[in-house]
């Protein structure tokens, strides 16, 4: 049996929901109500969202997709999903430019997107932002190397913005 949740009148961003599991996610918001957005270097063909094509590496394009959220719409919910995983390789001969692609779609993504949106959320009083990551940050994995970091560096992340974010609302 399915868990459904009532998400009527919810609007959720999800990066990187052009396909996969970010994909999935998009469904199963809509499915339980939810108003989704997916934001992706691709277009989405998924019916009854709203798709925007922005590569999150950019920050000029985050912000313009952040600026593109309905002033009469909320944002109740971020699911930073977008990933990029590279070659399999050894440390060794990973190359320095896939090194530097899977860190800045992977963790600076993350952080350009949540930059965009967490002021948002602030002013309408809350939300809820979900960040993706892969057990690989915690475990390291060889022959992902880069995505081991990129993916430890999103729960650290999680974790300190967390922290900083739970300090500023207790005072």
């Known amino acids: 049996m399915a868990n459904t949740y009532d998400l009527a009148g919810k609007t959720a961003i999800v990066t990187g929901a052009a396909k996969g599991i970010g994909r999935a996610i998009a469904e199963i918001l809509l499915a339980n109500g939810c108003d989704v957005l997916i934001w992706d270097a691709n277009v989405s063909d998924l019916l009854g969202v709203r798709s925007v094509q922005v590569d999150i590496t950019q920050p000029d394009q985050v912000a313009a997709a952040a ?3 309905p002033a009469n719409k909320r944002v109740d919910i ?20 896939d090194w530097r692609q899977i860190i800045e779609v992977n963790l600076l993504g993350t952080m ?7 002021p948002i959320m602030v002013r309408q009083g809350g939300g809820r932002i979900v960040n993706l990551g892969s057990l690989a940050g915690k475990e ?10 990129a993916s430890a560096g999103i729960i650290s992340f999680t974790k300190a913005l967390s922290r900083e974010w739970h300090s500023t609302t207790s005072m």
């Open 78 to 97: 971020l699911v930073n999903d977008a990933g990029y995983l590279g070659r399999t390789t050894t440390f060794v001969a990973h190359a320095p430019a």
């Open 140 to 149: 390291g994995l060889a022959g992902i190397t880069a995505y081991s970091a």
């Open 67 to 69: 600026s593109g959220v």
């Open 112 to 118: 350009h997107v949540t930059q965009a949106i967490l």
